[in-house]
């Protein structure tokens, strides 16, 4: 129908324009000519010009511009045959534009590693020392940087609390917990059997068991590697350990940033 009538527009300033008139109102009628003939050959294979365009960038993996373009095919062409076509390559276009957004994601992730190969950020790799207080060979990971918490019991409550992690590998994780910000970790005479609420950087949670037997609260090898897991994601950690008998004794502590663990685990492996 808009064919007809640009054709229609263009017979009859044809027609006009033969019949003599002023040379400006003839100039006029020329350009008005020219802009329908224009609009005529769009009409006729604009459809099969961005058709074209939408091929060539899809081809090309230029997804972007292949998305412009059907875009521009429905706006301007709904009546194109090709729009229900390319209606279900949109779909094909959203899962390569997703796969390759992650290809991206992960080769910058590479590229950060690789540049930071020796940065462990709070964390180091240290060793066991034997009874004559020489270093052996067994090394294990923890923390540089103070962790800070509180701890809260019957007879204090929010009193200050420092946090040293043992990582002596990813299924044998321990943290010695040191009230008052002392020298002293906590100890129990008897095994003492805890509740760890773990939150990570995505907010998730996950509730641990850990046991002190001596100086040092342990976690299985289960747990351990759910600890480790959420390390190795680095970001923002939070800790909430309650006793189990004696659920008044609490202690909370934060790791506001455990970035490049991974780097740290990788040394302690190599060790």
Request: with cysteine.
């Amino acid at each position: 129908m808009k064919i007809k009538s640009i054709i229609y527009g263009i017979v009859v300033l044809t027609i006009v324009s033969s019949c003599g008139v002023p040379q400006a109102d003839y100039d006029k009628l020329m350009a008005e000519n020219e802009r329908l003939k224009t609009e005529l050959d769009e009409c006729k294979f604009g459809a099969e010009k961005i058709v074209a365009e939408v091929e060539k960038a899809y081809a090309g993996k230029d997804y972007a511009l292949a998305r412009q373009n059907i875009e521009m095919l429905y706006e301007k062409h709904p009546e194109s045959p090709k729009n229900i076509e390319f209606k279900e390559l949109l779909k094909t276009i959203e899962r390569k534009e997703l796969v390759e957004k992650k290809r991206k994601e992960a080769e910058e992730k590479e590229q950060i590693r690789l540049a930071n190969l020796n940065n462990t950020g709070m964390w180091s790799v240290r060793y066991y020392v034997d009874d004559f207080g020489e270093p052996t060979k067994q090394g294990y990971i923890t923390n540089t940087i103070l962790i800070r918490g509180t701890f809260s019991n019957t007879a204090t409550q929010d009193s200050e609390l420092d946090v040293k992690f043992l990582i002596t590998n990813s299924s044998n994780i321990s943290i010695r917990l040191y009230e008052y910000a002392g020298n002293n970790p906590v100890k129990a005479y008897s095994s003492t059997a805890y509740t760890a609420l773990v939150q990570d950087k995505d907010g998730n949670r996950m509730e641990l068991i850990a046991v002190n037997y001596s100086e040092r609260l342990s976690f299985g090898k289960t747990d351990s590697r759910k600890i480790h897991n959420v390390l190795m994601k680095g970001s923002a950690l939070k800790f909430r350990i309650t006793e189990i008998d004696t659920p008044t004794t609490q202690y909370q502590f934060s790791i506001q940033n455990a970035d490049w663990y991974e780097n740290a685990y990788r040394k302690l492996k190599e060790s």
